[in-house]
């Protein structure tokens, strides 16, 4: 019947996110925000919040290709200076994600594993022109110094020893994330898929191929004999998780001179679902190395050492047919992130990093091969 909406099959939070996006489609192009107004912005907040304190060296800092991130200090009477990072929502952007729950994602792993602590959060933009989130600002690099001038995260080179002196921690922490008790953290921005054992990943493809559906740029037949073939073979989650969602090396910062992991960022596509997904995002061609005939994913260790240390680390068994499946669906979820919201974040103007988000949707074609080929071995089998 006409007038009637059917609400996407998903998490109930995310579902509201996709409602509301779509009212943001029509608005005019996003500003960036100059430091002056940012300034000001913040000033005006912390003379209600922190009266009396002072805020300065406001500074945006690069990268990112969904929000704009600012750094500042903040000196409060009696001297303490403090710097902190402001993240503020453009209108879209690479990702479609909500402060609420990362703001919650973040304060939930206070201690668990390294983290950057939220302390100010304004959901609503009742104060800020997008939702945004402030939080503490952590010293340390996602890349050494001298790896030169790649986008983060994307073939980064580590090299040794720091590779040697990463890695434990890299699977340390990825099995701290996956074995915590979400249950008993309260998280209220999350909802749990325990209704039957599909539903986390039924609920997570769901997501996403609303996203293609409402961005698509380009009619791609094979992103459409993926996505069926994802919700054809939809895997059992007996055992939910929290899946941090882009875990990689380019998302941790560490010291270079000590070689310790400071900090895990980018939590903001963290959810509920199967440990899996993150497995088979980390081993990805496009965030690895391959040096001298060795492929390493994230450049710590080639796939079969990741899959041992893992295991050893979590106490998790990988299944091969999940791992496979995971390996599938990141692929497509890649190529809609760079050719579908990122490319429609750009073309209407809704972001402060069209040239990046341009950029980006270059590896489209790179993601529809590693399709390609995944579907393929499935023919073959």
């Known amino acids: 019947m006409s007038g009637i909406h ?42 209600k919040e922190e009266p009396e304190s002072q805020v300065g060296d406001v500074a945006r800092i690069g990268g990112g290709a969904s929000k704009e991130q600012f750094v500042f200090s903040l000196a409060k009477p009696g001297g303490e200076k403090r710097r902190y990072v402001l993240r503020m929502d453009a209108l879209e952007g690479i990702t479609e994600t909500s402060r609420e729950r990362e703001f919650e994602i973040l304060k939930a792993f206070q201690g668990v594993v390294p983290v950057p602590e939220p302390i100010w959060l304004d959901a609503d933009a009742s104060h800020f022109p997008t939702p945004a989130i402030i939080m503490e600002f952590v010293e340390g690099v996602t890349k050494p110094e001298t790896e030169g001038v790649s986008v983060t995260g994307l073939g980064t080179v580590l090299g040794d020893p720091l590779r ?27 909802s749990a898929p325990l209704a039957d054992p599909k539903q986390p990943t039924r609920w997570l493809i769901q997501f996403w191929k ?4 409402q961005d698509a740029v380009t009619k791609e037949p094979l992103l459409r004999l993926a996505t069926q073939w994802l919700e054809d073979n939809v895997p059992d989650c007996d055992n939910p998780c929290v899946v941090h969602g882009d875990y990689r090396t380019g998302n941790y910062l560490f010291d270079e001179e000590s070689s310790e992991v400071t900090a895990i960022l980018d939590w903001e596509m ?7 997904a993150d497995l088979g995002w980390l081993l990805q061609p496009v965030f690895g190395s391959r040096i001298d005939g060795v492929f390493r994913a994230s450049d710590i260790a080639p796939p ?19 791992l496979h499946y995971f390996t599938v669906f990141n692929a497509w979820k890649s190529y809609i992130l760079v050719s579908a919201l990122g490319m429609q974040a750009a073309r209407t103007a809704h972001n402060h990093q069209d040239v990046l988000l341009t950029f980006l949707a270059a590896t489209g074609p790179m993601f529809v091969d590693e399709l390609a080929r995944l579907l393929m071995m499935e023919e073959s089998q």
Do not use: C
């Open 164 to 190: 040697g002196m990463l890695a434990p921690q890299y699977f340390a922490n990825l099995a701290k994330i996956h074995n915590f008790d979400w249950q008993a953290a309260g998280l209220e921005h999350f």
């Open 304 to 322: 079969e050492e990741i899959i041992a240390r893992y295991e050893e680390a979590s106490g998790n068994k990988v299944d091969p047919a999940k």
């Open 6 to 47: 059917t609400r996407v099959d998903t998490e109930p939070q995310l579902a509201e996110m996709l409602e509301a996006r779509k009212a943001r489609r029509s608005k005019p192009p996003y500003i960036p925000q100059r430091d002056g107004d940012v300034t000001a912005l913040l000033q005006s907040f912390f003379a």
């Open 270 to 276: 963290s959810y509920i679902g199967d440990f899996h």
């Open 210 to 213: 609303e996203l293609l559906e």
